[in-house]
């Protein structure tokens, strides 16, 4: 299975599912492709330790959305990608981008979907004052961060917590979740119905 990764920043989801990869953990998938929305991104790095090849598609390049989403499109029929990983890809793809691609684009997610959906995610969390946050694997659908929950980690919120160190112990979590999860579905082991998803 032909997977491609969409990174914006620093990309240490990339790394974990690179690793796992290397190690043989990803079940049926190769990671064919990267992209980056930006061109400064760290991990852009990773790319090339793993000997990867990675495209920048910078939005500035872009007239609009609808252009860079085509572009976005023509790549992945382009190299026959069968699922479309975001791991930090911090741009929203168009509606008729993620119709086209109903349920072979999945995205990683620091909290407890639905709670706390969007940006400025663990400085919500602590404010709100939850006892327990973690990450979700979902489907993209056309409502941001609302698509069918894969799979889930918890993660307890510590009295001391700040937005870094919650974050950085959910991290761990998601770097263990994403390629497990990339697992499953190049093994056919995903079954969705409707909103509910069954992993085997
Ligand atoms: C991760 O924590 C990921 O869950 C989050 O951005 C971080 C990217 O880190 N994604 C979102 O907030 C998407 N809404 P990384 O670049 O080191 O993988």
């Given at each position: 299975m032909?997977?491609?990764v969409?990174?914006?920043g620093r ?10 990869e290397?190690e043989?953990?990803?079940?049926n ?5 990267i992209?980056?929305s930006?061109?400064?991104a ?7 330790n793993y000997n990867k ?6 939005p500035?390049d872009?007239?609009?959305k ?5 572009k976005?499109k023509?790549?992945?029929?382009e190299n ?5 990983v975001?791991?930090g ?7 008729s981008?993620?119709?086209y691609f109903?349920n072979?684009?999945i995205?990683?997610?620091p909290?407890?979907?639905p709670?706390f ?5 663990h ?8 006892k327990y946050?973690?990450c979700t694997?979902?489907?993209v659908?056309?409502?941001?961060d609302?698509?069918p929950?894969?799979?889930q980690?918890?993660v307890?919120?510590l ?10 112990r959910i991290l761990?979590k998601?770097h263990i979740?994403l390629p ?5 579905i ?9 909103r ?5």
């Open positions: 032909k997977i491609a969409l990174i914006s990309g240490s989801n990339l790394q974990a599912i690179l690793k796992a290397n043989k953990k990803l079940g998938a190769e990671v064919f492709l992209i980056s930006n061109p400064n760290a991990g852009l790095e990773f790319a090339k090849y990675a495209v920048v598609l910078d500035k872009y007239a609009n609808t252009e860079y989403d085509k976005l023509s790549i992945m029929l026959d990608i069968e699922l479309i975001l791991a890809f911090m741009k929203v793809l168009s509606h981008f993620v119709d109903k072979k684009i995205n990683i997610h909290s407890l979907l709670a959906p969007g940006l400025n995610i400085e919500r969390v602590l404010e709100y004052g939850v946050s973690g694997v979902h489907f659908n056309a409502d941001v609302g698509g929950i894969i799979a980690r918890v307890e919120v009295d001391g917590d700040s937005p870094d160190s919650l974050a950085a761990i998601e979740l497990e999860v990339i697992k499953k190049s093994e056919n082991k995903i079954i969705v119905n409707q509910r998803v069954k992993v085997n």
